[in-house]
């Protein structure tokens, strides 16, 4: 038993330790960018540095609460939100790809829409979610994975009025003859798509009896079912 006390705690012990491999990738990326956009592109824009910085600091936050709670989340969340970070602020923002390319907004809002509502699944899960009615599970995660869209543009717009910006296109819709809010409405929509794509891969996982999901977060969410909760549990969990 000795033996196997101390292979577990070396096991956790690695566990807390790649929690903190998503703050590197994101703080390797970051300087990566600087350089490239310093050097290479010849800018030197104080709020595109404040947005590289900043963000490369968001995956920190999981491990710190981690380490607060004693709970180990999912190596895979912190994972896709480093990617997700990369993606929208080190190649979005500091290397133009929202302007290169004009579907490159849409991507990270349908992505953004993805991770929320994987995030809020597991969370859920682990707050006992599993003894809600399957429906207002799934209505939970979809509200607030849009409340969390909606939080963003609000964001966005306190940007733009601050730093006097347009993050939220205005401009350029006005120009292309849209609406003013048409760039707001198409990322809370494209969310939603997001949303979909996430309540597929669920039902896709369902018929391989959830091995993608056990596999990623299995050792967070699926813990042992008591005879009180089965019912439930294997009316969500499955």
């Known amino acids: 038993m000795k033996q196997a006390d101390k292979k577990a705690a070396v096991c956790m012990d690695n ?3 790649l929690q903190w491999l998503p703050l590197l990738i994101t703080l390797c990326c970051a300087a990566v960018t600087l350089l490239i956009y310093i050097f290479c592109v010849g800018q030197n824009d ?7 910085i900043s963000a490369a600091l968001i995956p920190a936050i999981l491990p710190i609460v981690s380490y607060a709670t004693k709970e180990i989340f999912p190596l895979v969340l912190n994972l896709l939100f480093s990617i997700h970070i990369v993606l929208a602020v080190d190649l979005g923002c500091a290397m133009s790809f929202y302007d ?4 490159w907004d849409m991507l990270m809002h349908g992505c953004f829409g993805l991770i929320a509502s994987m995030s809020f699944y597991i969370l859920l899960l682990k707050w006992n979610g599993r003894n809600l009615k399957r ?3 799934f209505v ?7 409340g969390c869209a909606a939080i963003w543009e609000i964001f966005e717009f306190t940007c733009d009025q601050i730093l006097n910006i347009d ?5 350029e819709s006005i120009a292309m003859g849209h609406t003013p809010v048409y760039d707001t ?3 809370i929509i494209v969310a939603i798509a997001g949303i979909a794509i996430f309540y597929i891969s669920l039902l896709i996982d369902s018929f391989c009896k959830n091995k993608l999901g056990k596999s990623l977060y299995g050792r ?10 089965k019912a439930a549990s294997q009316e969500v969990a499955q």
Do not use: C, H
Request: hydrophobic letters at 55%.
């Open 220 to 229: 967070f969410v699926y813990i042992p079912v008591t005879a009180k909760n």
């Open 167 to 171: 993050a939220q296109r205005v401009m």
């Open 100 to 103: 290169r390319f004009y579907w």
């Open 140 to 146: 939970l995660i979809f509200l607030s994975t849009m």
């Open 46 to 52: 104080y709020v595109v540095f404040l947005q590289v």
């Open 185 to 187: 409405m198409m990322d």
């Open 135 to 137: 429906f207002g599970f």
């Open 15 to 17: 566990e807390k330790n």
